[in-house]
């Protein structure tokens, strides 16, 4: 299965700017890192909970790129007002975690 | 979609 990615290269790109600029470690972003900038959402905690759950597709606690880019995804469609999905949707799992 | 028992490693909860 080739379903291309919901997060476009353009939106990629900005997101992959936020991850470098939170400085990874070893290519990931911890939860304590990550936490701030979702919380800058002022979206609702339990709203980010859920986007933390979907995002983390490995539950190792860290973020790396491609599950970052999701999380971010998913809150600025929540800005939108789009409501975030109970589980994640095969187009917006990352082509390197399918 | 949640672990049993709660997750530790979701900084949200």
């Known amino acids: ?98 | 979609q949640y672990p049993a028992g709660g997750s530790s490693t979701n900084p949200f909860l």
């Open chain 1, 1 to 98: 299965m080739d379903i291309p990615w919901f997060v476009k290269a353009e939106e990629k790109m900005k997101f992959d700017t936020i991850f470098d600029s939170l400085f990874p470690v070893g290519g990931y972003l911890t939860g304590d890192k990550v936490k701030p900038v979702l919380l800058n959402s002022k979206l609702p905690v339990d709203v980010l909970g859920r986007v933390w759950e979907l995002s983390d597709i490995d539950r190792d606690g860290m973020l790396e790129r491609d599950e970052f880019a999701v999380a971010m995804y998913l809150v600025y469609r929540a800005l939108e007002g789009e409501p975030v999905p109970m589980s994640l949707p095969p187009p917006l799992v990352p082509p390197s975690k399918r």
